[in-house]
């Protein structure tokens, strides 16, 4: 299952993540939902077969619902409302790496300065973190002998 949780409403009917084709067609955009049936079942969750080191940011307002003012859909904006999340990730999705078999570490890094999506590979808390996951598993070393 999908760790989107978006949620898109209008005066007449509320929307899941999985309903966006149908918002799509509603909001008179076929092409839209064209190139989402084109993509179908591509967010089903596989595992990829390799270790896990999951890191991402948290504690950031991200975009989770989406709602259209009585009058405003489909040719005006929508009201954004934010849930946690990276900034740009929602947290739902974000903790999808939990259930890899293969998950070796876990790592949070809150706030904007710290974990906002593109901020994050920039920071020198992570470069050390990915630098020293490199180094451990080209000697043979366990992650969990890694401290910080």
């Known amino acids: 299952s999908s760790g989107i949780n978006a949620e898109y409403g209008t005066p007449d009917r509320n929307y899941t993540a999985h309903q966006l084709g149908e918002l799509l067609t509603d909001a008179n955009f076929p092409e839209g939902a064209d190139v989402l049936k084109s993509i179908e ?3 089903t969750f596989v595992e990829p077969g390799v270790d ?10 991200t975009a989770a619902q989406f709602r259209w003012r009585p009058g405003y859909f489909p040719d005006y ?21 939990r259930k890899f078999k293969r ?7 809150p706030g904007i300065k710290e974990g906002e999506h593109m901020q994050i590979l920039l920071n ?10 490199l180094n451990s598993t080209s000697t043979g070393q366990d992650e969990r002998v890694l401290h910080f």
């Open 124 to 133: 020198p808390r992570v470069i050390e973190y990915v630098t020293q996951i």
């Open 52 to 61: 896990v080191y999951c890191i991402h940011g948290s504690d950031i307002p």
């Open 103 to 109: 998950l070796k570490a876990y790592r949070i890094y």
């Open 77 to 97: 904006q929508p009201d954004q409302i934010d849930g946690p999340g990276d900034g740009t990730v929602n947290q739902p999705s974000l903790e999808l790496c």
């Open 41 to 43: 079942g591509s967010d």
